[in-house]
């Protein structure tokens, strides 16, 4: 289960060093209406500068902390 969660955490930070894998994640509806069904997923992976990925990454460190303080009902609402 560690090992998901820290890809999870990684995958966000590799894309930002790796640009051009970004705009194959990125949202695209013209895209996902032909079939990149993916990047209605993925969008949220790809960060365009250090600020949008600062404020990406404290949005959620505050959204588990709250979900930590529900118990155990919280840390599944993380893990979904």
């Known amino acids: 289960m560690k090992r998901r969660r820290l890809a999870v955490l990684a ?3 590799l894309l930002f060093y ?3 894998w970004a705009a194959h994640l990125q949202f695209d509806r013209g ?3 032909h079939g990149e069904a993916w990047r209605l997923v993925t969008c949220h992976w790809t960060h365009w500068s ?3 990925l600062l404020w990406n990454v404290a949005a959620f460190v505050l959204l588990a ?3 930590e303080s529900w118990g155990p009902q919280g ?6």
Do not use: E
């Open 18 to 20: 790796f640009p051009g």
């Open 65 to 67: 902390a709250v979900c």
């Open 31 to 33: 895209a996902a209406a």
């Open 50 to 52: 250090p600020d949008h």
């Open 75 to 80: 840390r599944k609402a993380l893990l979904v």
């Open 11 to 13: 995958l966000p930070a």
